[in-house]
């Protein structure tokens, strides 16, 4: 994971305090009082967390303090496990092309659009979307169902097919998992 970094908006009275015992805090401290270089600086960072007194509806991963006076310590808690919340979410996450599966709520969006998914179909997008190659249908027995390969059984083009008729309901997109004669593919 990166480098955490908090920034601190429009509160300078916290900047200062947070810096003075900054070497004891596992996280980058800075400070921002105008939103263009705030912007700025947060386009170039992947794991950060904007801190201030007031909330602020254009702005991402923003933590509000708003409930004074806080203990020092309980303050570099809720930081933490904010930016443990950030980090679970963000390993939740998982895209394939234009396509964002939610690990969590086992769903495949796309815009606005959600269609929940079964672990069985998450897992055997992600397996395919991993291959640059065809995958076969001994291969997914094996590796997304634990089957033996000479056991025969139609459990894979079966759920594939089911798979591929929801996302076709619900995104119209007939291209999505491609059949091969050697396998299945994701593009």
Same mark, same amino acid.
């Given at each position: 994971?990166?480098? !955490? *970094?908090?920034?601190?908006? /429009?509160?300078?009275?916290?900047?200062?305090?947070?810096?003075?015992?900054?070497? +004891?805090?596992?996280?980058?401290?800075?400070?921002?009082?105008?939103?263009?270089?705030? *912007? +700025?600086?947060? &386009?170039?960072?992947?794991? $950060?967390?904007?801190?201030?007194?007031?909330?602020?509806?254009?702005?991402?991963?923003?933590?509000?303090? +708003?409930?004074?006076?806080?203990?020092?310590?309980?303050?570099?808690? /809720?930081?933490?496990?904010?930016?443990?919340?950030?980090?679970?979410?963000?390993?939740?996450?998982?895209?394939?092309?234009?396509?964002?599966?939610n690990l969590n709520s086992r769903e495949l969006m796309l815009n606005d659009?959600?269609? !929940?998914?079964?672990?069985?179909?998450?897992?055997?997008?992600?397996?395919?979307?991993?291959?640059? &190659?065809?995958?076969?249908?001994?291969?997914?027995?094996? /590796?997304?169902?634990?089957?033996?390969? +000479?056991m025969e059984t139609h459990t894979v083009e079966t759920h594939v097919y089911?798979?591929?008729?929801?996302?076709?309901?619900?995104?119209?997109?007939?291209?999505?998992?491609?059949?091969?004669?050697?396998? $299945?593919?994701?593009?």
């Amino acid at each position: 994971m990166s480098v !955490k *970094n908090l920034i601190i908006y /429009k509160f300078n009275p916290l900047y200062h305090i947070l810096k003075e015992i900054g070497s +004891d805090l596992n996280f980058n401290i800075n400070s921002e009082d105008n939103e263009n270089s705030l *912007n +700025d600086k947060i &386009k170039n960072l992947d794991y $950060y967390l904007v801190l201030s007194n007031k909330k602020y509806s254009d702005i991402r991963n923003q933590f509000l303090l +708003d409930n004074l006076p806080i203990n020092i310590f309980k303050l570099i808690e /809720k930081i933490n496990i904010e930016f443990l919340k950030q980090q679970f979410n963000s390993q939740s996450e998982f895209k394939i092309n234009q396509y964002t599966i939610n690990l969590n709520s086992r769903e495949l969006m796309l815009n606005d659009l959600k269609l !929940k998914l079964t672990e069985k179909e998450i897992n055997t997008i992600i397996y395919v979307s991993k291959s640059n &190659k065809p995958v076969s249908i001994n291969e997914l027995q094996e /590796k997304v169902w634990s089957y033996q390969s +000479d056991m025969e059984t139609h459990t894979v083009e079966t759920h594939v097919y089911r798979l591929r008729k929801k996302i076709l309901g619900k995104f119209s997109d007939n291209q999505f998992i491609i059949s091969k004669k050697d396998g $299945y593919q994701i593009k």
